[in-house]
């Protein structure tokens, strides 16, 4: 476990891992984002605020998603504390950028679809913010073979998982996972005749599938039926997307969407 630069490399600066793989994350994900804008030729200045309003409600809705899980009230940590410092959720942080730009969308009276410019930089995003968790978190369960990762005492003691024992690579698999989605929307998708907007879809619902699997050998807590907290959502919100997906096939959105960027203006910022 490398909980800060330093202790990856010697002239690394002593800064947090995690955050600075985030920062990282956030800036290459604004670099993919601006691509992707101008190359739809979307010009509308209040796209700004769809931006600032993702930002706000992912970093907000990443800390709540993890308050309150406990039944006995005293071991849940205040609501500012949680803000503040307490733990993170991937999945929380998902709906909490999509609820923040929805509300940005309705203050400053957007009526476009946004989800194709957010698509392929989430992507990219949630690979490079992946490789944070896996220099500094538990990495999973026991695989039963020779070819997980490998934790001494000291790292065990640390993230809460057994020494000596190797363990499934579950971060491994998420960054694998997130690079192929952003190539596939990157070289593919994005040029594919798709709905406005569509893109952010058949992403969040192919991370959802991918999400509930790895769970399996991510070593969370058991909530309930032998589900772990991300598995009891993703079993309500799977079968919301898939049902979406069917109805915009039924439509025929993956086949005749919306025009190709050379033709586009504000009209698709998707």
């Not at 931006?51 to 309150?68: C, D, E, K, N």
């Not at 009230?73 to 998902?94: F, T």
Request: glycine share 8%; with cysteine.
């Amino acid at each position: 476990m490398f909980p800060l630069l330093e202790d990856l490399a010697p002239w690394l600066p002593p800064w947090d891992t995690h955050s600075t793989l985030v920062m990282i994350a956030l800036v290459a994900a604004g670099i993919v984002f601006l691509i992707e804008k101008r190359r739809r030729r979307v010009d509308d200045p209040q796209i700004v605020y769809l931006v600032l309003g993702a930002l706000v409600g992912a970093a907000i809705f990443s800390r709540l998603g993890t308050w309150a899980q406990h039944l006995d009230p005293s071991q849940n940590l205040s609501l500012v504390d949680q803000l503040a410092r307490g733990n993170a959720s991937m999945l929380s942080a998902l709906v909490g950028a999509w609820a923040g730009v929805h509300v940005a969308k309705r203050i400053v009276r957007y009526p476009h679809r946004s989800g194709d410019l957010f698509a392929p930089a989430v992507a990219l995003a949630l690979a490079i913010g992946r490789i944070g968790c896996l220099l500094t978190e538990k990495p999973g369960t026991p695989t039963g073979g020779d070819w997980g990762i490998v934790l001494d005492p000291a790292a065990a003691a640390r993230v809460g998982a057994p020494a000596g024992v190797p363990l499934h690579p579950s971060f491994v698999y998420e960054i694998a996972f997130h690079v192929v989605a952003f190539c596939v929307l990157w070289f593919w998708l994005r040029h594919r005749p798709i709905a406005a907007g569509e893109t952010l879809t058949l992403f969040i619902a192919a991370y959802a599938i991918f999400r509930f699997g790895v769970e399996f050998v991510r070593g969370n807590d058991v909530a309930w039926a032998g589900l772990t907290r991300p598995q009891l959502f993703l079993a309500v919100s799977i079968p919301l997307l898939i049902a979406r997906l069917v109805w915009m096939a039924r439509r025929g959105d993956f086949t005749s969407g919306s025009p190709r960027p050379e033709r586009l203006t504000d009209a698709t910022a998707a």
